[in-house]
Protein backbone atom coordinates (compact mmCIF):
# COMPACT_ATOMS: atom_id res chain seq x y z
CA UNK A 1 0.00 0.00 0.00
CA UNK A 2 1.55 3.20 -1.02
CA UNK A 3 1.03 6.18 0.88
CA UNK A 4 2.67 8.62 -1.26
CA UNK A 5 -0.46 10.35 -1.97
CA UNK A 6 -1.71 11.38 1.60
CA UNK A 7 2.39 12.20 2.62
CA UNK A 8 3.38 13.73 -0.73
CA UNK A 9 3.46 17.77 -0.92
CA UNK A 10 2.69 17.79 -4.42
CA UNK A 11 -0.77 15.80 -3.72
CA UNK A 12 -1.67 16.91 -0.75
CA UNK A 13 -0.14 20.14 0.09
CA UNK A 14 -1.81 20.39 3.77
CA UNK A 15 0.98 17.45 4.58
CA UNK A 16 3.49 19.87 3.98
CA UNK A 17 3.22 21.98 7.85
CA UNK A 18 3.03 17.90 9.44
CA UNK A 19 6.67 16.71 7.34
CA UNK A 20 8.35 20.41 7.83
CA UNK A 21 7.44 20.00 11.95
CA UNK A 22 8.64 16.45 11.69
CA UNK A 23 12.31 17.30 9.89
CA UNK A 24 12.78 20.72 11.78
CA UNK A 25 12.13 18.89 15.15
CA UNK A 26 14.03 15.40 13.96
CA UNK A 27 11.30 14.01 15.20
CA UNK A 28 10.82 10.49 13.45
CA UNK A 29 8.25 9.04 15.97
CA UNK A 30 6.24 12.03 14.48
CA UNK A 31 7.16 10.89 10.80
CA UNK A 32 6.44 7.00 11.47
CA UNK A 33 3.50 8.02 12.79
CA UNK A 34 1.98 9.99 10.39
CA UNK A 35 2.91 6.98 7.85
CA UNK A 36 0.91 4.67 9.82
CA UNK A 37 -1.83 6.79 10.14
CA UNK A 38 -2.02 7.33 6.07
CA UNK A 39 -1.93 3.17 6.45
CA UNK A 40 -4.80 3.15 8.18
CA UNK A 41 -6.72 5.69 6.47
CA UNK A 42 -5.83 4.24 3.42
CA UNK A 43 -7.01 0.91 4.05
CA UNK A 44 -10.00 2.08 5.77
CA UNK A 45 -11.06 2.99 2.09
CA UNK A 46 -9.99 -0.60 0.46
CA UNK A 47 -13.02 -2.91 3.04
CA UNK A 48 -13.18 -3.91 6.69
CA UNK A 49 -10.88 -7.01 5.88
CA UNK A 50 -7.65 -4.22 4.75
CA UNK A 51 -8.68 -1.81 8.04
CA UNK A 52 -8.82 -4.81 10.12
CA UNK A 53 -4.94 -6.13 9.24
CA UNK A 54 -3.65 -2.64 9.41
CA UNK A 55 -5.02 -1.89 13.12
CA UNK A 56 -3.68 -5.27 14.13
CA UNK A 57 -0.07 -3.78 13.55
CA UNK A 58 -0.95 -0.87 14.80
CA UNK A 59 -2.19 -2.04 18.25
CA UNK A 60 0.96 -4.61 18.09
CA UNK A 61 2.95 -1.44 18.34
CA UNK A 62 4.68 -1.57 22.02
CA UNK A 63 4.41 1.84 24.41
CA UNK A 64 6.81 3.38 26.42
CA UNK A 65 6.51 6.29 28.05
CA UNK A 66 9.64 9.11 27.94
CA UNK A 67 10.68 8.30 31.72
CA UNK A 68 10.34 5.11 31.16
CA UNK A 69 12.66 4.98 28.35
CA UNK A 70 15.34 7.04 30.44
CA UNK A 71 14.57 4.46 33.37
CA UNK A 72 15.79 1.47 30.84
CA UNK A 73 18.80 3.30 29.75
CA UNK A 74 20.10 3.15 33.19
CA UNK A 75 19.71 7.44 33.06
CA UNK A 76 18.20 9.23 35.80
CA UNK A 77 15.19 11.54 34.40
CA UNK A 78 16.41 14.61 35.46
CA UNK A 79 19.51 14.38 33.87
CA UNK A 80 17.42 12.98 30.37
CA UNK A 81 15.43 16.81 30.55
CA UNK A 82 18.67 18.54 31.38
CA UNK A 83 19.92 17.07 28.25
CA UNK A 84 17.08 17.62 26.26
CA UNK A 85 17.17 21.35 27.06
CA UNK A 86 20.71 21.66 26.25
CA UNK A 87 20.45 19.96 22.74
Same mark, same amino acid.
Given at each position: /????P?????? %???????????? @?G?????????? /??? @?V??A %???G?V?????WR????F?? /?? /???????N?????H?F??? @???
Amino acid at each position: /MSIHPLLCRGQ %NPAAGPLLDFAK @RGQWLGLHALAQ /MTA @RVVLA %NEKGDVEREAEWRAVRGFAE /MS /MEDRVKSNGCATSHFFLAA @RIT
